[in-house]
Each structure stands twice: as structure tokens, then as C-alpha cells.
């Protein structure tokens, strides 16, 4: 099988090979199981960062890790216990482990059962591979907040993966969303569901703030006192001031949520964004067009 992994002190994917997980049948499948054969997977932004070797250092990285979250495959085999889905099944689901040796970059990956969804039809493997860490991230990050009550929202990044799933997600739950992003933006977060747009935060007026686009300290300013303040990643929270209640959602594999966002997806409820495609052998110039910036939607690598 091919991979893609990072070393500590390299700059970009490396492309390797390695013997397949298995031939037809795989007996060691330890319960609860699922061996696919990837068919397409995206790349992200922290699929760069640790492809920098920048992100080693900061999460403890092992010398040598797998690249990607995304899967998109179909399943090759299944441990005994698993009656959920059969060889043949298309299936989407979250590889959540950055310190594994192999990540959803790769011709092969085992995930637990409960890390799958079927992937619907309406839905084609490239555009489901946007779907499970952008969409979760965002689900995860405004599901602890509870019911809207009345309360606004401001979402940062309004126009990216995560801000604008977030977008959507949280129209449709009834929250009164103000969308912060670039100005030539504004007709596509408005028409995914955001009542108000903004270029930069109007300080201490939101009740809450989803900080999609990592502004971290910046962010926190919009929220009034006693407020929310909701980040995408844990290592950057910013420090606590005016009684804001501080947060960072750490995205975890939740495969029957994960299928009630892809059915979403499929009937145009949540708008999937594909911004180019690319190989396993292609995979540096596709990284370096992520890094360039510039694109909306996800580089998705078809396998």
C-alpha cells in the first residue's frame, strides 16, 4: 500500500510503500473493526501543519506520523463483531489519530465501526471527503452551547470549511448568525443562512463567538462580557478575560452524527465546496496549493 507520512524535520508529505494491511481476508481485525480501501480523501489545513513538521513539537508528535482525516473508501473487510456495514459499502468517516503511523492519505486504513457512515446517494466520494472533519468540527463546537435562546452568534471565517458549515448548521438550530468574512464573500454566507455579515468584529456585541478562522485573541474582544468564546483548536485558546467562558472544541470521530450530516449534505442543506483534485503521486503540489491559499472548498486526493 502507499502512504503519505511526515517526519519531524521535513517540509512536505513524503510518499511511501509499505506491504498492504492485508490480502483478502484480514483475521487480526481486533473487534469493532473496519478495513477499507481508500477512495478519496481531502487535505486540510492541519494536514499541512503536520506535514511542516511544526506541529511535532507542539503536540508531542512521534518522529514519523500518517497525513489525513478525511476518509472516503469501501470496505474491504470486517471484524466479527461488526453487522453494521458489509464488503462493498461506501463509507465515510474521521481518522482521528494524528500520532498514528497512517492516516486517511493512504490506499488503506483501519477505523472502529462507530468512526462510519454510508455514505448517501446524491453525494460522490470527492464530495463527501469535505464532509467529516470540517462538518464535525463545527457541529461538535456549537452542540455544548445548547439551545439559541435569543442569543447571537458570531462566526469567524464565516467562508471557509469549518465557518461555513458552522454557518449553516446554526441557522438551522435557530441562532441569529453574523458571519465575519472577506467582502466578495458576502452572497455565499448569507445564502448559506447568516442573518448579518461583517468584515471585522464590532467589539464586546456577541453573545457568543465561534472562532473558525483562529483570530484567538481577536475574536475575544467581540464577546460581550460573561459571553462564549468557541475555538477550533485547543493548543491556541486565548487567555480568559471579562468573564468570558472560554472553549475549544477537539474534534473526536462520531460516525451516526457524521451520517445525519452527510444526508444533510445530500440535499443541499450543507453546501459541499470542492476546490481541485489531486493523487497520492501529486500529493506535494496539491499541499502546496492548500498552502497558497486563495481556494474556497477542500483539494481533495483521490486514491
Do not use: C
Not at 70 to 95: E, K, M, Q, T, Y
Not at 242 to 264: F, I
Amino acid at each position: 500500500m502507499q502512504l503519505l507520512i511526515a517526519r519531524q524535520h521535513t517540509t512536505e508529505p513524503i510518499l511511501v510503500e509499505v506491504p498492504d494491511l492485508q490480502p483478502d481476508l484480514r483475521p487480526d481485525l481486533r473487534p469493532g473493526e473496519v478495513l477499507l480501501d481508500v477512495v478519496a480523501s481531502s487535505v486540510n489545513p492541519v494536514d499541512l501543519f503536520v506535514a511542516s513538521g511544526r506541529a511535532h513539537p507542539v503536540f508531542g508528535l512521534p518522529e514519523e506520523v500518517g497525513l489525513g482525516w478525511d476518509v472516503i473508501g469501501r470496505v474491504r473487510s470486517v471484524a466479527a463483531d461488526v453487522g453494521s456495514f458489509n464488503p462493498g459499502d461506501l463509507v465515510a468517516g474521521l481518522h482521528a489519530d494524528p500520532t498514528a503511523p497512517s492516516g486517511a492519505h493512504a490506499t488503506q486504513v483501519v477505523l472502529a465501526a462507530a468512526a462510519l457512515a454510508l455514505v448517501p446517494a446524491g453525494l460522490s466520494p470527492v464530495e463527501a471527503a469535505t464532509v467529516p472533519l470540517n462538518a464535525l468540527t463545527a457541529d461538535q463546537a456549537l452542540r455544548p452551547l445548547g439551545e439559541p435562546a435569543g442569543r447571537s452568534l458570531l462566526i469567524t471565517g464565516a467562508a471557509g470549511a469549518v465557518g461555513g458549515y458552522a454557518v449553516a448548521l446554526a441557522s438551522a438550530a435557530g441562532w441569529e448568525v453574523t458571519a465575519l468574512a472577506r467582502g466578495d464573500d458576502e452572497a455565499w454566507v448569507r445564502a448559506a443562512g447568516a442573518t448579518h455579515f461583517v468584515t471585522s468584529p464590532e467589539s464586546a456585541a456577541y453573545d457568543v463567538v465561534l472562532d473558525a478562522a483562529v483570530l484567538d485573541e481577536i475574536a475575544v474582544t467581540a464577546v460581550r462580557d460573561g459571553g462564549d468564546y468557541v475555538g477550533v483548536m485547543p493548543s491556541a485558546t486565548p487567555a480568559v478575560e471579562r468573564g468570558v467562558r472560554v472553549s475549544a472544541v477537539s474534534v473526536r470521530a462520531e460516525g451516526a452524527r457524521l451520517g445525519e450530516l452527510l444526508a444533510r449534505a445530500a440535499t443541499g442543506e450543507l453546501e459541499v465546496r470542492v476546490a481541485g483534485t489531486g493523487s497520492l503521486d501529486d500529493a506535494a503540489a496539491v499541499y502546496a496549493k492548500v498552502a497558497g491559499g486563495g481556494h474556497r472548498g477542500r483539494w481533495v486526493l483521490e486514491v
